[in-house]
Nanobody
Framework: QVQLLESGGGLVQAGGSLRLSCEAS????????MGWFRQAPGKEREFVAT????????HCADSVKGRFTISRDNAKNTVYLQMNSLKPEDTAVYYC?????????????????WGQGTQVTVSS
């Protein structure tokens, strides 16, 4: 049974930082691309960042580029999202996901397993 367990969310003031972690189990973590998505109340789930199987390639959404960084540690079966210079509009539930391909994946349909989500709230 594949499980993705996110942690690190919380309440932070605008301009602050948080680091989200997602630990995977039940699947060979190191051969698949991983991603982070977020969903704000009343909005659709949106792409945030993705990373390929070995961490050599990453891509972030324009809305977070320069502020967020995705990384992974295959020895720990964990993917991270470092979030700096947070803004109130970053407030959302953040989900990590495991793709069905080794490369980066930008679309929801390319992911087969999802975590339960972690809440990030940025106050102004």
């Amino acid at each position: 049974q594949v499980q993705l367990l996110e942690s690190g969310g919380g309440l932070v003031q605008a301009g602050g930082s948080l680091r989200l972690s997602c630990e995977a189990s039940g699947r060979t973590f190191s051969v698949y691309g991983m991603g982070w998505f977020r969903q704000a109340p009343g909005k659709e789930r949106e792409f945030v960042a993705t990373i390929n199987w070995n961490g050599g390639n990453t891509h972030c959404a324009d809305s977070v580029k320069g502020r967020f960084t995705i990384s992974r540690d295959n020895a720990k079966n964990t993917v991270y999202l470092q979030m700096n210079s947070l803004k109130p509009e970053d407030t959302a539930v953040y989900y990590c996901a495991s793709a069905n391909i080794a490369t980066m994946a930008l679309n929801v349909g390319e992911y087969v397993f999802w975590g339960q989500g972690t809440q990030v709230t940025v106050s102004s």
